[in-house]
Structure formats: C-alpha cells, structure tokens
C-alpha cells in the first residue's frame, strides 16, 4: 500500500475548509435504540471503492464533531469511516435531567447500542470487513463488543485504552467501594467525589495533549456547541466502568491488537496496557515516552507515528482479502 496520507498542524488551518465540507457532507442521524424511544447520533462516510471499513469507538465527553480531522483523513485514505456519540454524550441523548453528569447503568448498554449500528449500517455492506479504531473509554467499549463479536471484525487499534482508571491519590479498589457505596444508597446519579461540570481547562494545564493547535480546537467547538458539553463522572459510571474494567482483564480477546500507550498519561494507568498485552496471543504494544493520553490529538511527532501504525494495520488486516 502507498504511504498514508496524515494531517499536520502545519496544514491544518489550510485544510479547515476541505475538513468542514467533507463533514457537512458525512451521512448524519439519530438511531433509535434500547426502548426505540432513546436515540445515538451517528456520522459515516463511505467513499468510493473503499478498502474495508473503520468503525471510530469515541472516548468519554466526546463526540463525532470533535474527531472531524481524523475522520477527513480515514476517509482520504480510502476507508469507510463509521462513528457513533455514545449514549450520554455528544450529540446523543442524555441520560439524566442533569445533563452534566456523565453517567451509564452499565457499560453492555454501549455494546448494545453499537451492535444495532453495525446491524443497520456497517455489516451490510462491510461484513467482516472492519477495523476499530477505539480510544479511552471508547478502547473498553470495543475490547467488550469484540469479545462478543469477534466475527464482525478484523481487529482493534486501541488508543490508550481505559483499562484502569489512573487514581494517583487513592487506591483503586477504594475509589470502586466508594461508588459501590455510594449506588447501593441511592447516590449512583450524583457527582462522583471531586467531579463537576464542564470546566474548560487552559492548555498550560491540560492532561490531554501536548498540540495547543488540536486542544485549542477542541476547546472552542465545544464552547461553540454548548451540547457537546459533558461533565464529571456519577458514581453509577464509576461502578459500571470498574465492572467492565475487570471483564476485560479477565477476558482473552483472540483478534489481532495494537495498543498504543502514553507514557504520560494522567487519565488512565498505562501499566494496566502491559498486562492485557501478555493475555491476548494477537496483541502487540508500542508504548509513547513523550505523549500525553489523546494519543489520536497529539503533536505531530507522536500522532504521526501512531497514525502510521493505525494504517499498517488496518491495511495489513483489510487489504489481505482483496489480494492487493
């Protein structure tokens, strides 16, 4: 395959008309799911010829609008982008009369609602014939679903994957007895400790990425989109999340695995990425010295690098098929 094309900071103000017109252009809804009375916002693009299929697993407080370059760019490539706002978040329906508080009954509702988008929108026309591309939060949503269905899929490139939540100041098993705790009095829709609304952080501050021209961006949509908008974590999230944290270390997921790692990240233990790769036969690590957690938003200098490894893969699993 020819070397892929990926977006720089360099050309990114150039580019900002092409990245709004393909998007503007994107297939858009809302899909009902669960009672058929609650709804996930959906964005795809399909282009010509395509190579296979990626399905974008979004992290938490995210949405399609936030992913509008790397999907431009999946799609220049010659792959069917495929991406779903989780329930919740973006564009999707809330969960709570609070719509800051980010929370989940538990986390097979996610599966749940990404099975019947691939029912309805990507195994018709791309039956095994996908790759997916999860980050955070969205690298346990899809290690849970590929376990479930492994057939749909040729593999998984996860971005800093949430396997662990990174607590530096209090133990793990303590902050899960906490929400336990706090879900068995009543409290599971509340704030979990030291969470609140959305707090726009300044750059000189964020955990997230070390590319001021990516994070200021991201920032500045979601001001301009104040529903994007997503706060802290509830407690019934917190026990969810622990929940399927240790499913998936628990699990043995047998399709080919690429994680990538951030050596600095804040948001989730990197250590856990280690473990999971000495448990899965088809899984293969590289880690980030110099990143930050958004590994997908970062610099050039690492999003390159880990973007390059995205491309090898999905076109090394993709393009096996059509002899190319």
């Known amino acids: 395959m020819n070397k892929p094309f990926i977006s720089t900071e360099l050309q990114l103000e150039q580019h900002q008309n092409s990245i709004s017109m393909f998007w503007n252009s994107m297939e858009k809804g809302n899909m009902p799911v669960c009672d058929g009375k609650t709804r996930c916002f959906y964005a795809f693009a399909i282009p010509k010829n395509a190579i296979g299929a990626v399905f974008l697993c979004q992290g938490r407080i995210e949405s399609a609008h936030k992913y509008q370059e790397l999907m431009w760019e999946i799609y220049c490539n010659g792959y069917a982008i495929f991406t779903l706002d989780h329930l919740g978040q973006g564009q999707s329906k809330r969960l709570l009369n609070s719509e800051q508080v980010g929370y989940i009954d538990d986390f097979d509702t996610y599966v749940d609602c990404i099975e019947q988008f691939f029912e ?15 980050h955070s939060m969205g690298g346990a949503i899809a290690s849970l679903f590929a376990n479930k269905h492994p057939d749909l899929l040729k593999g998984l490139y996860l971005s800093a994957p949430m396997f662990e939540i990174h607590t530096p100041s209090i133990p ?74 240790h499913r998936i270390q628990h699990s043995t ?7 990538a790692s951030a050596a600095k990240d804040t948001i989730v233990n990197s250590k ?22 958004e590994l997908l938003n970062e610099h050039d200098q690492t999003r390159t690098l880990v973007l390059e490894e995205f491309y090898a893969l999905a076109s090394s699993l993709l393009l096996s098929d059509t002899g190319s």
């Open 253 to 259: 997921l047998t399709l080919p695995v690429h994680i």
């Open 172 to 245: 793990n098993w303590m902050v899960k007895g906490l929400a336990n705790v706090m879900c068995k009095i009543g409290l599971g829709t509340q704030f979990a400790l030291g969470q609140s609304t959305y707090t726009p952080v300044a750059f000189a501050d964020n955990e997230l990425t070390h590319s001021e021209k990516r994070y200021t961006l991201f920032r500045t949509l979601y001001a301009n989109h104040p529903e994007l908008q997503l706060g802290g974590v509830s407690y019934q999230w917190l026990s969810a999340a622990f929940r399927a944290m």
């Open 120 to 134: 309805h929108f990507i195994t018709p026309a791309f039956a095994n014939k996908v790759v997916v591309l999860g």
């Open 272 to 293: 856990s990425h280690d473990l999971i790769r000495t448990q899965w036969p088809q899984c293969k690590l590289t880690c980030y010295r110099d990143a930050k957690h």
